[in-house]
């Protein structure tokens, strides 16, 4: 017999997600670059929720029809119209460790035993340490 716990109700049967963005591909261009600044700090803003899927028309508003957007249970991918290799996906920080395309494999970084993921630029940071704002 199923039994409900106090931290989940009926109306939230999710457990609650730290939601974060992950470009996968470098930016091809300036407006490609702002865009997904655009969408990082939309979706910084709406970290915790309880199903990632809320975000995913937020993301295909905001990066408009040059993109497909879609997601799965507990994700949003993004591809650039036309390609197939995603370009980013917004994902649970809680269950994911996926990275952006200019941070070094996991394989290859040092530190201690914490986490090695560096923390993902604030609103008006760049979106590499060697590229900045466009």
Same mark, same amino acid.
Request: with cysteine.
């Given at each position: 017999?199923?039994?409900?716990?106090?931290?989940?109700?009926?109306?939230?049967?999710?457990?609650?997600?730290?939601?974060? =963005?992950?470009?996968?591909?470098?930016?091809?261009?300036?407006?490609?670059?702002?865009?997904?600044?655009?969408?990082?700090?939309?979706?910084?803003?709406?970290?915790?929720?309880?199903?990632?899927?809320?975000?995913?028309?937020?993301?295909?508003? =905001?990066?408009?029809?040059?993109?497909?957007?879609?997601?799965?249970?507990?994700?949003?991918?993004?591809?650039?119209?036309?390609?197939?290799?995603?370009?980013?996906?917004?994902?649970?920080?809680?269950?994911?460790?996926?990275?952006?395309?200019?941070?070094?494999?996991?394989?290859?970084?040092?530190?201690?035993?914490?986490?090695?993921?560096?923390?993902?630029?604030?609103?008006?940071?760049?979106?590499?340490?060697?590229?900045?704002?466009?």
């Amino acid at each position: 017999m199923n039994q409900m716990t106090k931290a989940t109700s009926l109306q939230d049967p999710f457990p609650p997600q730290q939601a974060y =963005l992950a470009i996968e591909q470098q930016p091809a261009s300036a407006a490609e670059k702002r865009a997904l600044l655009v969408v990082r700090r939309h979706v910084q803003a709406h970290t915790h929720t309880t199903d990632l899927r809320e975000l995913a028309g937020a993301v295909k508003k =905001l990066l408009g029809a040059d993109y497909v957007v879609g997601c799965g249970t507990a994700h949003i991918w993004v591809l650039r119209a036309g390609e197939q290799q995603r370009l980013a996906i917004v994902a649970d920080r809680l269950t994911t460790a996926y990275r952006d395309w200019f941070e070094p494999p996991l394989e290859a970084v040092t530190g201690t035993s914490r986490t090695p993921r560096r923390r993902l630029p604030v609103s008006g940071t760049p979106l590499a340490p060697d590229l900045g704002e466009a």
